[in-house]
């Protein structure tokens, strides 16, 4: 595996062009990878002319190295971002939005396999899951805000006789996004769509730990047609170029997507500058509630997906499941099995299930929670160490004797560690799942339909799954209750995040 991930490693030359460079990705596919700051259609170098590396968490060997934005390029693609929003996009009609925002998905359908092996690339999750999930989700999420971007209106309001009274949905102009590491495609789909669609420009932040394929969609928008302006894209690290978009006094919306304490700051930069609106999708400890009458080999599946998928790097992972007790034993030993024959390894392996975790820090931080569930008294049942001798592989993990109080049952882990405990009534389950400060998603198994409607209505959660795990369409809204966001994404509740209401009041006659 060491020689095949070495001969893996990316081939970089320079090309004629500046900020842009070929690497041949693990597939054999050569890739032109952009490594500049995307401002007004244009990749440029930053104003500092700073780079930084993007790493390649199987093999934690260098990629390439990318741009560093600071807040001065901030300020340059917020006045690309407003120019084109006042000088073009805001006079720009649904229709041709729309066109763009398909010509767009066309494009990405297009060079699918390359994004896909790129994502893969940078990181680390399987080939096989980029190709087949990541890449349709988020091609399907611009169609589906392709298709609202001219049916995007307000309402007559009735009044008094003499009045008349109707309500327009205008953009906000400059937006910008952050996001994490974790689905890098599929979150860029879910902020710049919309954005885009409700008529704002934006100013886009990928994760610093996952810059290429952003960088790569860019390059797609200028090629679909967008104008120049609309969508500028700032490689560089949170809290420079993201606490500089919280703070700008001319960005009007952030929609925020990562870990809860740089959410609050968010918040607080908002507050402390002109009030921008603000959306987060933040963190997750999501309970997955397993009834003694469900079909057990499929809960067992199900609950399996929930928390090891893409490496437990998931905000809705189901890394609390609850188990009724007279079925306990025998979901134990079917899950352990399961989680025992995931494979783990190179991802561009067509039988991997499990790639590296994105980063070392990650991987030390994942690892000294399951050092903290030990010294807590739960009882690890598997995993719990290293896979193999390079890059940030962790083995799936399954603790269980474990409570509430214990830190594991607490805080996100964010890897293939999961917390498997037995309850005995209905009213205990519903207590235990809610003593977390998060709400974002939770499951239910049952065959009893009454029961799964009635316990849905109880949980405190953004979704609510019954009998599956991890559902999400473009047409779904997706959110978290409690500490787990503020706001909705996808579906018809996105456009309210990206639109502001104006109410128009017109005398037809009422005398003063
Ligand atoms: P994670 O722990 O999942 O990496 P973070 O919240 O640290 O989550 O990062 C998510 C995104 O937020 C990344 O794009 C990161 O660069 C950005 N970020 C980190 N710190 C800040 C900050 N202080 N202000 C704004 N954005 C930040």
Request: proline share 5%; charged share 20%.
């Given at each position: 595996m060491?020689?095949r991930?070495?001969?893996?490693?990316?081939?970089?030359?320079?090309?004629t062009?500046?900020?842009?460079?070929?690497?041949?990705?693990p597939?054999g596919?050569?890739s032109n990878?952009?490594?500049?700051l995307?401002i007004?259609n244009e990749?440029v170098?930053?104003?500092?002319r700073?780079?930084f590396?993007t790493i390649n968490?199987a093999?934690?060997k260098?990629?390439t190295?990318?741009?560093?934005?600071?807040d001065k390029?901030v300020?340059l693609a917020?006045?690309?971002a407003?120019n084109?929003f006042n000088?073009v996009?805001?006079?720009?009609?649904?229709?041709?939005?729309?066109?763009?925002?398909?010509?767009l998905a066309?494009?990405m359908?297009?060079d699918?396999?390359?994004l896909?092996?790129?994502?893969?690339?940078d990181?680390g999750?399987?080939f096989?899951?980029?190709?087949?999930y990541?890449?349709?989700?988020?091609?399907?999420?611009?169609?589906?805000?392709?298709?609202w971007?001219?049916k995007?209106?307000?309402k007559?309001?009735?009044?008094?006789?003499d009045?008349?009274?109707?309500?327009?949905?205008?953009?906000?102009?400059?937006c910008?996004a952050i996001i994490?590491w974790n689905y890098?495609l599929?979150?860029q789909?879910?902020k710049?769509?919309?954005?885009?669609?409700?008529?704002n420009?934006i100013?886009?932040?990928?994760?610093?730990?996952t810059?290429?394929?952003?960088l790569?969609?860019?390059a797609?928008?200028k090629?679909?047609?967008?104008?120049?302006?609309?969508?500028?894209v700032?490689?560089?690290?949170?809290?420079?170029?993201?606490?500089?978009?919280a703070?700008?006094?001319?960005?009007?919306?952030?929609s925020?997507?990562?870990s809860?304490?740089?959410?609050k700051?968010?918040?607080?930069a908002?507050?402390?500058?002109?009030?921008?609106?603000?959306?987060?999708?933040?963190?997750?400890?999501?309970?997955n509630i397993?009834?003694a009458?469900?079909d057990l080999?499929q809960a067992?599946?199900w609950?399996?997906?929930?928390i090891?998928?893409?490496?437990?790097?998931c905000?809705?992972?189901?890394?609390?499941?609850?188990v009724?007790?007279?079925i306990y034993?025998k979901?134990?030993?079917k899950?352990?099995?399961?989680?025992?024959?995931?494979?783990?390894?190179d991802?561009?392996?067509k039988?991997?299930?499990?790639g590296?975790?994105?980063s070392?820090q990650q991987?030390?931080k994942?690892?000294?929670?399951?050092?903290?569930?030990?010294k807590e008294g739960?009882t690890?049942?598997?995993?719990?160490?290293?896979?193999?001798?390079?890059?940030y592989f962790?083995?799936?993990t399954?603790f269980t004797?474990?409570n509430e109080?214990m830190?594991?049952m607490?805080e996100?882990?964010?890897?293939?560690?999961?917390s498997v405990?037995k309850?005995?009534?209905i009213?205990e389950?519903i207590?235990?799942a809610h003593?977390?400060?998060?709400?974002?998603?939770?499951?239910v198994?049952t065959k009893?339909i009454t029961r799964a409607?009635?316990?849905?209505?109880?949980?405190?959660?953004?979704?609510?799954?019954?009998?599956?795990?991890?559902?999400?369409?473009a047409?779904?809204?997706?959110g978290?209750y409690?500490?787990?966001?503020i706001g909705?994404e996808?579906?018809?509740?996105?456009?309210d995040q990206y639109?502001?209401v104006?109410?128009v009041?017109?005398n037809?006659?009422?005398q003063?």
């Open positions: 060491v020689n991930i070495k001969c893996y490693l990316p081939l970089l030359f320079l090309s062009y500046s900020n842009e460079e070929k690497i041949t990705l597939n596919r050569i990878v952009y490594t500049g995307f007004n990749f170098d930053s104003v500092d700073k780079v590396e968490p093999t934690g260098v990629i190295s990318v741009a560093e934005a600071s390029d300020d917020v006045e690309a407003a084109a000088d996009w805001n006079h720009v009609d649904g229709k041709e939005r729309g066109r763009l925002l398909n010509k066309d494009l359908e297009r699918l396999e390359e896909a092996a790129l994502e893969t690339l990181n999750k399987p096989y899951s980029a190709k087949t990541d890449l349709p989700s988020a091609i399907s999420c611009y169609r589906y805000f392709a298709g971007c001219d995007i209106h307000g007559v309001i009735e009044t008094q006789h009045k008349f009274c109707y309500t327009r949905r205008e953009p906000f102009g400059v910008s994490p890098p599929e979150m789909a879910w710049m769509a919309p954005t885009l669609a409700c008529g420009t100013v886009f932040k990928p994760s610093e730990l810059p290429l394929t952003a790569k969609v860019a797609l928008c090629e679909a047609g967008f104008p120049k302006g609309v969508v500028n700032l490689s560089g690290f949170g809290p420079i170029v993201g606490a500089a978009i703070s700008h006094m001319k960005i009007n919306k952030v925020f997507t990562g809860n304490a740089v959410g700051s968010i918040l607080k908002s507050a402390d500058s002109n009030l921008k609106n603000v959306s987060l999708e933040l963190g997750g400890k999501s309970p397993i009834f009458d469900s080999d067992v599946k609950a399996h997906m929930g090891f998928y893409d490496s437990g790097q905000c809705c992972a189901g890394s609390r499941v609850y009724e007790d007279s034993d979901f134990i030993n899950f352990k099995e399961h989680a025992l024959n995931i494979k783990i390894g991802p561009f392996h039988d991997t299930y499990q590296p975790q994105i070392l991987f030390n994942i690892m000294s929670h399951i050092e903290t569930g030990k739960a690890l049942l598997i995993g719990g160490e290293r896979h193999g001798e390079q890059g962790i083995k799936p399954i004797n474990v109080e830190t594991i607490q996100e882990i964010f890897g293939p560690v999961v405990s309850f005995k009534t009213e389950v207590k235990k003593l977390t400060k998060y709400g974002l998603a939770a499951a198994f009893d409607i009635k316990i849905s209505n109880e949980l405190k959660a953004g979704t609510v799954w019954v009998n599956c795990y991890n559902l999400v369409d047409n779904t809204p997706f978290g409690k500490e787990s966001g909705r996808l579906g018809k509740y996105a456009l639109t502001q104006k109410t009041q017109i037809l006659g009422i003063m």
